[in-house]
C-alpha cells in the first residue's frame, strides 16, 4: 500500500507526518517528493546514499544540414524554437522534451542530447529505505524526477510513504496517480481550510480514499474541523499545537522515537488507517 | 522600412503584452500603409513571446514599438535584427508620430517571464 501525504500549501507539515509515520510503521520506503525543497534526509540522516543523475532530452541542430523549411518551429506546441539569422534558436528552459521536432525534420538535422534537471538520492535508515529528489535551482518541472522515484517505488514491491511536494499541481498528481490512499494535512485557520477544500477536490478527481490530519490543533472551533464534519471527511489524528514537539522536530529529531505520546498518536492513527485500507 | 506595434483589437491602443497582443500593425513607413494581422501566439499555451517575436521577424518589421518585452522574445528579435523601442503611452498614432520624430529611447530592460506573477 502506498500513501501519499499531501497538502494545499507548503508548511502544514507533510514532512513531519510522512517522516514519523514511516518510522513508527517501518519496513517502509519514505520517499521525498518535494524536490524544489526537500528536507526529509534532515530527520533521518539516511547512510550509504547513492545519487543518480536525472535527463530529459534536449534537440541540437546541424546547421549545416538544417534548409530553414522550419518544421520544427511550426510543429513545437511549447514554442521552443525560433528561426532567425537563418538559424534555428532554441529556449530550454521552454522545451518540454517531446522529440516532437527530431522526428519532423526532414533533413535529419535534429538529434537528441541528454540535459541534467536534478538528481534522486538512494540509501538507509533505521528502519525504512530512503528516496529523496532534488530538482536542479532554475529548472522549471520536476517531474522527471519524481517519475524515477514512482518507477523505484513500483519496481521495489515495498509500500512507501510518499511525501508530496505542496499545492495540487502537475507534480502533486503525478504522485497522487500511484497511491493506494491520501493523507492531507491540513491547518485548523481558514486559510489553512481553503487549501485543503483544493487538495480534497483534487483527491476526489483521482478517486482515491483520503483522510485529514489536523496539525497545530487547539481545542477552539476552526473553520478545518467544522468542513470536514459537513463533508464527512475522517480526521485520521489531530496533532496539538505543543512547544515541546515543535522544538524537537526543529531539531531534526523524529518525534515518535523520543516522545512516547506521539508514538501513541500515530500508533492510533496507523491503526485507523490499517483498517481503512484493509490491512 | 516596416516598424511592428502590438495592439488591441479596436487597431488604435497599444497592448500592454508583446507575445499575447490580439493583433499587431505593421506600418511601412515609406508609404504609411498599415496591415493589421492576428497574433498567432495569442492565446499560446507557452512560449508566446517566441512565437510573438517570431511572427514580427516573419513580416520582415526592423522595428518594434512596445511598452515591454521579455528575455526570450528579445533573443529572436535581436536575431533577427529588429530594433525595439519603448512606447509610453497606449497610443498607436501618437507612437508612430513620436517614433518618426525619433522621439522614442531604446528599450532596454526585458522582463525574466511573468508567469502566474502579476506584472508592476
Known amino acids: 500500500m502506498n500513501i501519499a501525504v499531501l497538502s494545499g500549501k507548503g508548511g502544514t507539515g507533510k514532512t513531519f507526518v510522512s517522516v514519523n509515520l514511516a ?144 499545492g495540487s499541481g502537475c507534480m502533486v498528481m503525478e504522485t497522487v496517480q500511484n497511491a493506494d490512499f491520501c493523507i492531507l494535512v491540513a491547518e485548523p485557520t481558514s486559510f489553512g481550510c481553503h487549501n485543503l477544500r483544493m487538495v480534497v477536490d483534487l483527491v476526489r478527481v483521482f478517486n482515491k480514499p483520503f483522510a485529514v490530519v489536523l496539525n497545530k490543533g487547539t481545542d477552539e472551533i476552526n473553520p478545518t474541523e467544522e468542513f470536514l464534519k459537513d463533508e464527512k471527511i475522517p480526521l485520521l489524528m489531530k496533532i496539538p499545537f505543543e512547544s515541546e514537539l515543535a522544538n524537537r522536530t526543529a531539531k531534526g529529531e523524529i518525534a515518535v522515537e523520543n516522545l512516547p505520546w506521539v508514538k501513541d498518536l500515530f500508533d492510533q492513527a496507523i491503526d485507523q488507517l490499517r483498517k481503512k485500507v484493509g490491512r | 522600412m516596416i516598424v511592428a506595434v502590438p495592439v488591441y483589437d479596436d487597431d488604435k491602443t497599444i497592448c500592454v503584452s508583446f507575445g499575447r497582443s490580439p493583433e499587431f500593425l505593421f506600418m511601412d513607413t515609406e508609404t504609411k500603409e498599415k496591415t493589421y494581422l492576428k497574433n498567432p501566439a495569442a492565446d499560446a499555451p507557452g512560449g508566446a513571446g517566441i512565437k510573438a517575436a517570431q511572427f514580427v521577424v516573419d513580416n520582415k518589421a526592423k522595428a518594434l514599438l512596445t511598452p515591454r518585452c521579455g528575455e526570450n522574445a528579445a533573443n529572436v528579435l535581436e536575431g533577427g535584427e529588429v530594433i525595439l ?27 525574466a517571464g511573468f508567469h502566474g506573477k502579476q506584472p508592476n
Open chain 1, 23 to 166: 518510522a513508527a510503521m517501518g519496513q517502509q520506503i519514505y520517499a521525498d517528493c518535494d524536490v524544489e525543497a526537500p528536507n526529509g534526509d534532515l530527520f533521518f540522516k539516511p547512510e550509504n546514499v547513492k545519487e543518480t543523475k536525472i535527463f530529459v532530452k534536449v534537440p541540437v541542430f546541424d546547421e549545416e544540414k538544417c534548409n530553414g523549411c522550419k518544421k520544427c518551429v511550426d510543429f513545437c506546441n511549447f514554442n521552443a524554437l525560433a528561426y532567425v539569422k537563418n538559424k534555428p534558436l532554441f529556449f530550454p528552459s521552454v522545451c518540454h522534451s517531446c522529440g516532437g521536432c527530431t522526428i519532423i525534420c526532414p533533413e535529419s538535422a535534429i538529434t537528441e542530447i541528454d540535459r541534467t534537471v536534478g538528481s534522486v538520492f538512494q540509501g538507509t535508515t533505521k528502519k525504512n529505505t530512503f528516496m529523496s529528489g532534488k530538482l536542479n535551482i532554475g529548472e522549471a518541472s520536476g517531474m522527471p524526477i519524481i517519475k524515477e522515484i514512482m518507477n523505484r517505488i513500483t519496481d521495489s514491491n515495498q509500500d512507501a510513504i510518499i511525501d508530496c511536494p505542496p
Open chain 2, 85 to 111: 523601442y519603448k512606447t509610453t503611452s497606449t497610443d498607436t498614432d501618437g507612437e508612430l508620430k513620436k517614433f518618426a520624430n525619433g522621439e522614442l529611447e531604446a528599450l532596454s530592460n526585458f522582463h
